[in-house]
């Protein structure tokens, strides 16, 4: 068994990918001793660890945080930051788009029988509260918007922007890469949800400020009511890979992008790459080529509402994103220039939808995405 979950992993490990452990279903008879846990702890070498953003615990028991304990004198204090518990299904979007996955319904009426338990009066008191017209983070860009001066850029994305467009923080090594604080990224998203000012100098590291400007970017993307390029374009986005020449390319994805993107999701878009195309210009110190900004920005752009994620789907949606960062002009307007929304901490006018005719993008049939595998609980693994 330890060598098909070593084969299993092998398929994502080269590039950056969070591992996610459902507790739920370890029982007396499938549970595996501390001799067999330890030959696996020593199997996963660096290889396995290197490019993993994080350990996700759901539903952890006493045997579970026993385990931690067990093994904490061996796990280095690198990766033991990588670990976190999580209890309910829902602190999950934090780290991923777990609506996308396919869960056994025992799975999820356990989950909904230990949030009862657990957050009953939290939950009551949460349903009854108004959202604040200064929230951030899961809220829709039309709710942003109507709450920002009619600013289609929201006012997260353009501190988190103003703070990293700068010589330091561009050439930071492994920008949008690293990880930061899970607690301090939460503790800013509430800042911001509350309209309050976030001061990402006030971190004593000279990098760490940088690092968690970048995953509240992020997190603000993965956290949309619906993805920035859209549910309507998800399967375009996913048969684009097929189109094989460049001229048919760049039609399609500037009909995408340009004439059946909603014009606040274009303005947006066209802000953000623009702004990752400085980063691309210091890839020779950050190391944030195009191929791992989008690694890094596809799934967070664009998933499904009805599709699990896999592989397949995301190498798609990466491509996809990886192709508009090498092809910026795409986002020209009708007099020749990239968004007029350029990053700066600044409102400013409205862009105009870049030109050119529209076109349809192929129709190519995908496959479907890969069976989930069980375990002693359950592994799955996920893209950032």
Known sequence: FLRYLLHTLDTFVESDYTLV?????????????????WTAFRAFDRKYKKNLKALLLVHPTSFVRLLFNVFRPVISAKFGRKIHYISHLEELQAFLHFKQLFLPKQLLDHDRKVAKRSRQSAAAQTLGAQIPNTQQFRVSLQFLKAN???????????????????????QTEGLFRR?????????????FNAGLEVDFEAFA???????VAAALLKSFLRELEEPLLSFDLYDDVIDFQAITT?????AVARSLVCQRLPPDNHQLL?????????VM???????MTASNLAIVFGPNLLWSDAREASLTSITSINHFVEFLLRNK??????????????PANTHSAPVQHCSGPPESPLQMPRPSSPPAHNCFGEMRAFWP
């Open 270 to 278: 066209a802000f953000i790459v623009e702004f990752l195309g400085h």
């Open 179 to 191: 990880s930061a604080n899970a607690s301090t990224v939460r503790e800013l998203q509430t800042r």
């Open 148 to 170: 920002n001066a009619m600013d289609a850029i929201p006012r997260v994305v353009r501190t988190c922007v103003a703070f990293l467009d700068n010589e330091r923080a561009l």
């Open 281 to 287: 210009d210091r890839s020779d110190l950050n190391k």
């Open 21 to 37: 452990y459902f507790h739920f279903g370890l029982h007396s008879r499938n549970k595996p001793s501390i001799r067999w846990l």
């Open 246 to 250: 460049k001229a048919e390319k760049v």
């Open 205 to 211: 590291d000279e990098d760490s400020g940088v690092h």
């Open 329 to 342: 002009h795409i986002f020209e307007n009708a007099h020749g220039t990239v968004n007029e929304s350029r």
